[in-house]
Structures are given as structure tokens and as C-alpha cells.
């Protein structure tokens, strides 16, 4: 396997995890109690989302490079 193929599927690993967490703290914030715990979920889910956009960024890109050096091939 490729460096760009194991930069693809650990991407693809991060982002399974994290859309994991994002499900799980989602439900945790809907069943917050106070106004202080709700915010610190909201935060906690505001970065998750963007390590989210992150790995799906990098994914992309290692899967164009990938495509760019098959069609080279």
C-alpha cells in the first residue's frame, strides 16, 4: 500500500471516529441541563466539526493525488 493509499484510509478512520463523537456529544447536548454545560458541548462539537472538514480535506486530496498518479501510470 501507498503512502498516499494509508493517507487516504487513515483519513477516512479519522473521520469515521469523529462522526462518531459528533453523534454522541449531539446527544449529550440535547440532553444538557444547564445553560454552561450546553455551551461547553456546543464548543466541543464546533471543533469537532472542523476537524471533521480537516480529515475530509485531506482525503480528498490524497484520493486526487492518488487518481492523478493512476491516470500517470
Known sequence: MSDLDNAVEQA???E???ENLL???G???EEADGESERETLE???NHLEAMNREYAKR???AERQLAAQQTAS
Open 12 to 14: 477516512k478512520g479519522a
Open 16 to 18: 469515521e471516529v469523529l
Open 23 to 25: 453523534e454522541e456529544f
Open 27 to 29: 446527544e449529550w447536548l
Open 43 to 45: 464548543n466541543v462539537i
Open 59 to 61: 482525503r480528498r486530496e
